[in-house]
């Protein structure tokens, strides 16, 4: 690959990718209990949990899959934008709260401790249900994000898409079994603006390089070549 920007997306990387595992270094030092790995002993703030949350839900999925529907289908990729975030708004704003407070009650750190003490559900089956249901619904998710993780390796610096699979994934587990829960809000604020960042400047830069929301609204969607 013939790229005079190589070695400055290699710098980037490079120091991206130390900033995580310094994030999970200085996390695991602050580890006290189970409370502190699996719930940074609940003492974290409202904002950076949401944020956090939505940061890791809206990774992958939107920067690579909305915005390649968009640029498929048009406008129509809204509608999913509008259903995400009312669902999302009613979970922090309505739900979040009551959850964090009834949680606290029943001195549950996960959702399946929390489901079998307030139904007082003795033989586990609450807990085997959500631990089935967690196994399959967070492999599908997480496959989807080494998958982007690939994906963006190859794109962006024609690294092997395994190999930049790997490398995603290797980092990723390395500041989470350091730091936890904590290790990853932290790192989720962290790539959280960076994608906020990216998803305010890149589209204004892309107006301006097309030559205006004129230009963009003549064109259309892109549409998919048939075979």
């Known amino acids: 690959m013939n790229d005079a920007l190589l070695p400055y997306k290699l710098i980037g990387l490079g120091l991206y990718l130390l900033v995580l595992i310094g994030i999970g270094v200085v996390a695991s030092r602050r580890m006290r209990g189970v409370s502190d790995y699996f719930a940074a002993g609940k003492k974290l703030s409202f904002w950076s949990v949401a944020f956090s949350s939505r940061a890791t839900g809206e990774s992958g999925w939107l920067l690579l899959g909305l915005t390649g529907m968009g640029a498929t289908f048009g406008a129509q990729a809204f509608w999913i934008v509008i259903g995400e975030t009312l669902g999302v708004g009613i979970a922090w704003l309505v739900l979040s709260r009551r ?113 205006g929301p004129d230009v963009v609204a003549t064109r259309g969607p892109a549409r998919r070549s048939s075979r």
């Open 99 to 211: 959850f964090h407070r009834l949680t606290g009650k029943y001195a549950s750190i996960t959702i399946p401790d929390y489901l079998e003490s307030r139904f007082g559900d003795v033989a586990q089956h609450l807990r085997r249900i959500s631990a089935v249901a967690i196994l399959v619904f967070i492999t599908v998710y997480v496959a989807a994000q080494i998958d982007a993780t690939g994906q963006a390796f190859l794109s962006f610096l024609d690294i092997n898409y395994y190999a930049g699979a790997a490398i995603g994934f290797a980092v990723v587990m390395a500041y989470i079994v350091a730091g936890g829960f904590l290790a990853v809000v932290w790192s989720d604020v962290f790539q959280g603006a960076l994608m906020f960042a990216g998803l305010i400047f890149l589209p204004l830069w892309g107006l301006i390089e097309i030559g």
